[in-house]
């Protein structure tokens, strides 16, 4: 089994930035794609920004220019540097990975936990 460790989130005033990381741990063969996730009350669940194992990306309209997603291939770790926050970027943020545990096994999809943010107007 593979396990998503979020960290980074937390409470800051609009404007300012936080970091989030998401390592992936367990058994893993490969990653194909890892990526951010948000859902805030009240409204479903959005694609904030993926990576793929080739490097390229994705992101959402909403974030692109203040959100820049990377990634640490040597650690099975990917990064979402956010700044420029805003009040309607408050939510609970997951990391999610696609990934194989068995060269020759299914592809599938791992979830962390979820990170809150919030900012503050």
């Known amino acids: 089994q593979v396990q998503l460790r979020e960290s980074g989130g937390g409470l800051v005033q609009a404007g300012g930035s936080l970091r989030l990381s998401c390592a992936a741990s367990g058994s893993i063969f490969s990653i194909n794609a890892m990526g951010w996730y948000r859902q805030a009350p009240g409204k479903q669940r959005e694609l904030v920004a993926i990576?793929?194992?080739?490097?390229?990306?994705n992101s959402a309209d909403s974030v692109k220019g203040r959100f820049t997603i990377s990634r640490d291939n040597a650690k099975n770790t990917v990064y979402l540097q956010m700044n420029s926050l805003k009040p309607e970027d408050t939510a609970v943020y997951y990391c999610?990975?696609?990934?194989?545990?068995?060269?020759?096994?299914?592809?599938?999809?791992?979830w962390g936990q979820g990170t809150q943010v919030t900012v503050s107007s």
């Open positions: 999610n990975a696609n990934l194989r545990s068995r060269w020759n096994g299914p592809e599938y999809n791992a």
């Open positions: 990576i793929t194992s080739t490097g390229s990306t």
